[in-house]
């Protein structure tokens, strides 16, 4: 939303959260970076810019591996995933936010529905409706819901054969490196990725914690994780020489810094671990 708001030229007054933090690059044949200084008249301006290098660095996750085990102690037996289901991005009924169905007053162009403007000339861009959520999915702790060895997957063009993927219980180590953000930007990003480990501090009482999800096949109940901030060093530039220096209490300084949002609840309820309503019945 805060991009929404413009001064008198057309361009934004605030940039989103997302582009403060980890910047943007202009793409002058893609309509949603114009007002960054795409047109030269931006440019000019001196508060606009075509460019805007991000400032939190995110390195590659390496696995804890300990010296005896083998890759059988790490990864699953090559396994075949159920078929992930329907809608793809084209079914933009599902995608794109349709205000009248099916053809929303005032419109100029011949399309039925909002689409992603792919027709020069023939249709208009709609709105995306949001983006795809998967919830913790519980009974992937106690069965195997993704696993599909039926004679008739096996052959099944569109079916997946994951292998090297990790078991459950596996962990990984990663850093972040962050350069020029409020107390309040960093404790946000903390609490982003580390619900469980900050739901005192946020108000959760969810029994069974919270986590988040990455990687693939995440709707059948892949890629649920928890990651717990280890340590937070801040570059302490005072004396002769500078130097890194720890917070002694991560919960107290997060409980200090972090600004509760509007919907802070309702996205700590979604990052639920067994989470209820996952899969639907």
Known sequence: ?????????????????VRRLFGYAVDKENPGTLGKGADGKDLDM????SQLMG????????????????????????????????????AVEHYLKQPDYPNPKGRNDQANLLTYGDAAGYDT???????????????AYSGTPWEDVSPANRPNE?????????KPHRKFRFTIRFRDLDVAE????????????????????????????????RPL???????????????DEAGDSPSLKPEADLKAWVRTNHQKTATQDE???????????????
């Not at 001196?46 to 810019?49: A, I, R, S």
């Not at 861009?125 to 009974?139: N, V």
């Not at 569109?158 to 990790?166: D, Q, V």
């Open 267 to 281: 996205w700590l309820a979604i990052h639920r671990r067994n989470h209820p309503d996952y899969p639907p019945k």
């Open 221 to 235: 109940g892949w890629g649920s994780v928890r990651i717990e901030a280890k340590a937070l060093l801040l570059l």
């Open 55 to 90: 400032r939190v660095f995110v390195n590659a996750g390496l696995e804890v591996v300990g010296e005896n085990e083998r890759d059988d102690d790490r990864f699953l037996k090559p396994t075949f995933l159920k078929e992930l289901g329907m809608p793809r991005p084209s």
């Open 125 to 139: 861009p709609g709105e995306l409706a949001g983006r795809k959520f998967y919830l913790d999915c519980k009974d």
């Open 46 to 49: 001196g508060n606009h810019h």
């Open 1 to 17: 939303d805060a991009e929404r708001k413009t001064d008198s030229n057309g361009a934004p007054t605030e940039l989103s959260s």
């Open 158 to 166: 569109r079916s997946t054969l994951a292998l090297e993927a990790s």
């Open 186 to 217: 960093l404790a946000a990003i903390l609490v982003a990725l580390c619900p469980d480990q900050f739901k005192g501090e946020l108000g959760g009482t969810y029994a069974d914690g919270y986590c988040s999800k990455l990687g693939y096949a």
